[in-house]
């Protein structure tokens, strides 16, 4: 099984590059953004508290994340794998990732980050505010907290995968198709 941990930054191009690797590699696709969003319209307890969070651009806590995924991937039988697209997000997530991956005869197959400096995020994400009107993208003062947010409490987890040897960093600024081209390349290497 093929399960890949897409990571980098908000506004990297994880969304984006993540339908394309799903095709290619016909994966289910697993974005705690999209999981959220649905928990957060359809109202559920979970999802009312992970809003709260995210209404200030703050990381929803481990245990209410986890669930959240847990439930979806259970929701699916016989996957040819997954792609993580916006979790692990902590090492506290990445091990408990792990422990349930191994409860079910799987794990982590590799991490692939999409490095992205930070002023290119700054100029993506106000664009795609204006493009999808997520409130989160909109506000500059939120947007740098979600950075400084992903800085501080995510970007640890390199050295969490790369002391397992299954980080691959690939530079995420391009044209998309050069983008996949490289994510695809660290895939076929494994």
């Known amino acids: 099984m093929l399960n890949i941990v897409l990571f980098g930054p908000p506004g ?6 993540s339908e394309k690797l799903i095709a290619e590699y016909h994966l289910v696709h697993l974005s705690t953004g999209d999981i959220f969003r649905a928990n957060i319209k359809g109202e559920t307890e979970l999802g009312k508290l992970a809003k709260s969070y995210m209404d200030k651009g703050e990381l929803v806590p481990d245990q209410v994340t986890i669930q959240m995924l ?50 290119e995020l700054k100029k993506r994400l106000l664009l795609r505010g204006k493009d999808s009107g997520r409130a989160d ?11 400084a947010v992903y800085q501080r409490d995510t970007a640890p987890l390199k050295s969490y995968y790369e002391q397992q040897g299954k980080y691959r960093g690939v530079q995420g600024v391009g044209s998309i198709d050069e983008i996949f081209a490289s994510l695809c390349n660290q895939i076929n290497s494994l």
């Open 12 to 17: 990297a191009g994880k969304g984006t590059q």
């Open 70 to 119: 847990e439930l979806e991937v259970v929701k699916h039988s016989g996957p040819k794998g997954f792609i993580f697209d916006g979790f692990p997000r902590t090492t506290a997530q990445a091990q408990a990732l792990d422990a349930f991956l191994a409860s079910r005869n799987t794990g982590i197959s590799c991490m692939l980050a999409l490095e992205v400096d930070e002023e």
């Open 137 to 147: 993208d909109q506000n500059p003062e939120i947007i740098a907290n979600r950075i």
